[in-house]
């Protein structure tokens, strides 16, 4: 098996093997997740664009890749980084080895350097550049080279779907603004029977209008919220004709889009057991997460915006109602791609929130 280096932009280089794409010098930003299970999930989220995930559980892969459990059908994870992958998986429902997938798909992997350190190192340092390599032989070359590195700002842009389409259903109307979106939440709405329209991130308000809507999904994508200006502008022009439903960066967009602000985190949260306490009601719920901003607590103070749910690991906004509109969202993953499904009952909450919507427009007409 051949060498390869991760080099992060404080000088710390970790030295492993190769796996995956034979790809040198991929440059991306370094980041953890803790979920034990739902690699693939991980791997195939648009949210990850142009990060290198480390998985905190030491064995990768043992399962393989399976047909059904992709969240899109191409990726934009810039690397995966293991303490070991398992070459030889034992699952019913595989049809590739991580290997074989990784390859296919140009993604790099590091296999066999000490993750505990590397997280520990992130955890303390925040999330930061970072460049696997296959030599070190012109070193301070490379080290130069990662620290002139200017992360992208466009990774919506490169995630969302091109043109509108439909998944046709019978009930509600749903329109789906794609920022990076992961296919677990078009399964939640199909199996409600929802009609569902999926539109890019920069379709305007009276475009999305004209499609006579029951509600808005505004979905999870990556990146840096305020480099999504087209979202923001999207948000204020719906807000009080449509019901609004965010997720991830759809719940940031929201926040923004109603005077608040949003700042990066340390190292963010990436994981698949994350405590949420619900405000109204004191229920704590597991949750699914993958972020690396968040809303400012401080700043909803002059916004219409009330804050309905919190981390409990660490204060951070989860959830935020509009006072006036039928506009609400929630920072983690409720459609449970990889698990928990604690929180799985908001996509029932969202119908029944365009149910009590179009039966007050009903009254007001």
Not at 1 to 21: C, H, P, Q
Not at 25 to 41: A, I, K, P
Not at 317 to 322: F, Q, R, Y
Request: glycine share 8%; charged share 20%.
């Amino acid at each position: 098996m051949s060498k390869r280096y991760l080099i992060l932009e404080d000088g710390s280089v970790f030295k492993g093997t190769a796996f995956g794409a034979s790809v040198n010098n991929r440059v991306g930003e370094v980041v953890f997740n803790t979920s034990m299970t739902g690699y693939q999930e991980i791997i195939s989220d648009p949210s990850y664009c142009d990060q290198m995930v480390t998985m905190t559980y030491p064995l990768i892969g043992n399962y393989g890749i399976n047909r059904d459990d992709f969240e899109t059908i191409q990726p934009a994870i810039s690397a995966l980084i293991v303490k070991e992958y398992t070459e030889f998986p034992s699952n019913f429902r595989h049809e590739w080895t991580l290997d074989e997938y990784l390859s296919q798909k140009n993604i790099p992997g590091l296999a066999n350097i000490d993750t505990r350190r590397l997280v520990k190192r992130i955890r303390q340092e925040g999330s930061m550049k970072a460049m696997l390599t296959d030599s070190l032989e012109e070193n301070d070359e490379v080290f130069k080279s990662l620290q002139r590195y200017q992360p992208r700002t466009d990774q919506v842009k490169r995630v969302s779907t091109l043109k509108p389409y439909v998944v046709p259903g019978h009930d509600e109307r749903i329109v789906l603004v794609d920022f990076g979106m992961k296919h677990g939440i078009l399964r939640e709405f199909t199996k409600r029977n929802c009609h569902v329209t999926v539109v890019p991130y920069h379709m305007s308000a009276e475009d999305i209008l004209q499609l006579k809507p029951d509600g808005v999904m505004l979905s999870n994508g990556p990146g840096n919220p305020k480099d999504v200006p087209e979202g923001i502008a999207l948000v204020k022009n719906l807000m009080g004709k449509v019901p609004i439903f965010g997720i991830c960066l759809g719940h940031q967009l929201i926040a923004l889009a109603c005077g608040a602000d949003t700042h990066k985190m340390k190292f963010g949260h990436r994981g698949a057991n994350h405590p949420v306490k619900q405000l109204h009601s004191g229920e704590v719920w597991m949750t699914s997460q993958n972020h690396g901003y968040a809303v400012t607590a401080s700043s909803l103070a002059q916004t219409s915006l009330t804050m309905t749910q919190v981390a409990l690991n660490d204060e951070t906004v989860e959830g935020l109602e509009h006072e006036s509109y039928h506009v609400f969202s929630v920072q983690y993953h409720p459609e449970s791609s990889p698990g928990p499904e604690d929180s799985n009952r908001l996509f029932d909450e969202f119908l029944n929130r365009i149910g009590s919507y179009q039966e007050g427009r009903v009254v007001h007409a």
